[in-house]
């Protein structure tokens, strides 16, 4: 009998100490979003020439292991690429910095002619 107390114990203190991650979690999911596109986002989207990354250079947390160094691509509008590799070779990390999901540590992005390394970074 005291196996199964002591079971029921662990369960019952483990679903207690996550009661206020699932509160947040619910209160989140309650927030309302505001989706709307800044101005500048809605001007790129008509560009003319391309996309095109100049010297960019990116790592994580160890400056020592950099995933991208001085890396320059043309993306001329119109056109399909491929990007293939091994598995930690930053194929995700440069997705994630063309869309602006990360934050070049040197280097630019840039639409046509406009530099969006800054504008498009939503990583703080």
């Known amino acids: 009998m005291l196996p199964s107390a ?9 679903a207690k100490s996550y009661s206020a991650s699932l509160i947040d979690i ?13 101005n500048f986002e809605k001007e790129l989207y008509n560009f003319e020439n ?11 947390k160890d400056p020592k292991k950099i995933i991208l160094n ?27 910095l063309i869309i602006g999901l990360l934050k070049p540590k040197k280097g630019s ?4 002619d406009i530099d969006v390394t800054l504008k498009r970074n939503i990583e703080k």
């Open 70 to 96: 001085n890396f320059n691509l043309d993306i001329e509008k119109g056109s399909f690429i491929g990007i293939k590799g091994r598995s930690g070779l930053g194929k995700s990390t440069l997705i994630d």
């Open 26 to 38: 619910i209160d989140l999911l309650k927030m309302k979003v505001d989706i709307s596109v800044p």
């Open 6 to 14: 002591q079971s029921f114990y662990n369960s019952w203190a483990s």
């Open 109 to 112: 992005i840039f639409i046509d």
């Open 50 to 60: 391309g996309i095109y990354l100049r010297n960019l250079s990116f790592y994580y």
